[in-house]
């Protein structure tokens, strides 16, 4: 088992992170230059994955991206204005409203899609496609692992990791309050 130390797996985050968010400007980039400008911003690409025809309230989707809900109130506005979303009722409460994907919205997600399809297709002719299937099997289990503790109240619960031994290794202890 590996253990802190470890280069490969204290490298494990950063890499994971730097890959994600390069993939993320490559793609963003590629958007907005099949549409002849600016369409797809760092804030409201952060918003596409939470969003859906069935639909979800801004309060929620400013819990999930964790920013305020007038930030999501602005982003929610680029979007409608694109007319990519669309803000209904919320059937379970009169009161509240869901954000839901137009149909070009949706359309807009599965080119969105479609973009990482190609440069996923781009880095498997590059590194060869058992590596690509094995890299993408184990991220689809470090995937099922952090749903797991999210679903568990991760990051942390009483200093220590769901699911796994100690105190959370970057996490500081709070110093009790003076009277």
Same mark, same amino acid.
């Given at each position: ?11 494990? !985050?950063?890499?994971?992170? $730097?890959? /994600? *968010?390069?993939? @993320?400007?490559?793609? &963003? +980039?590629?958007?907005?230059?099949? %549409? =002849? ?17 069935? !639909?979800?309230?801004?309060? $929620?989707? /400013? *819990?999930?991206? @964790?920013?305020?809900? &007038? +930030?999501?109130?602005?982003?929610? %506005? =680029? ?24 149909? /070009? ?75």
């Amino acid at each position: 088992m590996a253990r802190s130390g470890d280069s490969a797996v204290d490298a494990f !985050g950063p890499v994971l992170f $730097e890959c /994600a *968010r390069l993939l @993320d400007e490559i793609a &963003q +980039a590629e958007v907005n230059r099949q %549409a =002849g400008r600016r369409l797809l911003t760092p804030a409201l690409a952060r918003l596409l994955p939470h969003l859906s025809r069935e !639909g979800i309230r801004p309060t $929620e989707l /400013a *819990r999930r991206v @964790d920013v305020t809900k &007038q +930030a999501v109130g602005q982003a929610l %506005a =680029g979007l409608s204005a694109l007319q990519l979303i669309e803000l209904v009722p919320d059937p379970s409460d009169g009161r509240a409203r869901l954000v839901r994907l137009t149909e /070009a919205g949706a359309a807009a997600y599965g080119h969105g899609r479609g973009v990482l399809a190609f440069y996923a297709s781009a880095l498997s002719s590059r590194l060869g496609r058992a590596r690509i299937a094995e890299i993408s099997a184990g991220l689809t289990d470090v995937l099922a692992v952090l749903q797991q503790w999210i679903a568990q109240g991760a990051p942390v619960q009483a200093g220590v990791l769901p699911g796994g031994p100690g105190p959370h290794p970057h996490r500081r202890r709070r110093r009790p309050r003076r009277p």
